[in-house]
């Protein structure tokens, strides 16, 4: 079955950009689904198939993805933007099937 | 608005079979696909497995032998059951929604298991 694999953690200044990736070689036939978890509450969609936001996220979330790489961008990060972000996607073996990156946890300085 | 609510015991035996139930209000779930996802405490998420109205499910290859999904349309209900538990399969359990296209949309807020004797 296929692996997501995501950084434990990355950090950003408050209003600064900050990417965080998700690498995987199922990303390369297949879009990244992005998930922001804040503590005790469920996980919340916030980008799909590469660049889609759903109602109620901020424009401030993006998506992209280059070869076997997915990549989740907030420009200008907001204080209510420091949770866990895991990617998602399709298994490269069996499409029916979904995994899930590790999680990086994001913190706003 | 979609919500959806799991329900079922927070404390399962080891060896015993982990039984949890999905309620979904504000939409039909005579469409998409209803997924178990789980989350041991402090730890990561961990796909399970889905099932679409029609009955058709689909279950990770790792829980597939001790994994079963449910549906009861009249209900709107879905339903997991997981066999022959062990203390790691102890985590925080959530039903969702899953649309082609789109992703896991909605989520309910979670349920915890623990498991112990």
């Known amino acids: 079955s296929s692996e997501l694999t995501q950084d434990p953690a990355v950090s950003v200044a408050l209003g600064q950009t900050v990417r965080i990736t998700c690498q995987g070689d199922t990303l390369s036939s297949y879009y990244a689904r992005w998930y922001q978890q804040k503590p005790g509450q469920a996980p919340l969609l916030v980008i799909y198939?590469?660049?889609n936001r759903p109602s109620g996220i901020p424009d401030r979330f993006s998506g992209s993805s280059s070869g076997n790489t997915a990549s989740l961008t907030i420009t200008g990060a907001q204080a209510e933007d420091e949770a866990d972000y895991y990617c998602?996607?399709?298994?490269?073996?069996?499409?029916?099937?979904?995994?899930f990156g590790g999680g990086t946890k994001l913190t706003v300085l | 608005q979609v919500q959806l609510q799991e329900s079922g015991p927070g404390l399962v035996k080891p060896s015993e079979t982990l039984s949890l139930t999905c309620t979904v209000s504000?939409?039909?779930?005579?469409?998409?696909?209803w997924s178990w996802i789980r989350q041991p405490p402090g730890k990561g998420l961990e796909w399970i497995g889905y099932i679409y109205y029609s009955g058709s499910t689909t279950y990770s290859p790792s829980l597939k032998s001790r994994v079963t999904i449910s549906i009861d349309t009249s209900k709107n209900q879905f339903s997991l059951k997981l066999r022959s538990v062990t203390a790691a399969d102890a985590a925080i359990y959530y039903c969702a929604r899953d649309v082609l296209g789109v992703g896991i949309d909605y989520w309910g807020q979670g349920t915890l298991v623990t498991v112990s004797s």
């Open positions: 198939d590469k660049n």
């Open positions: 998602s996607s399709r298994d490269s073996s069996d499409n029916h099937l979904r995994v």
């Open positions: 504000g939409a039909p779930i005579s469409r998409h696909y």
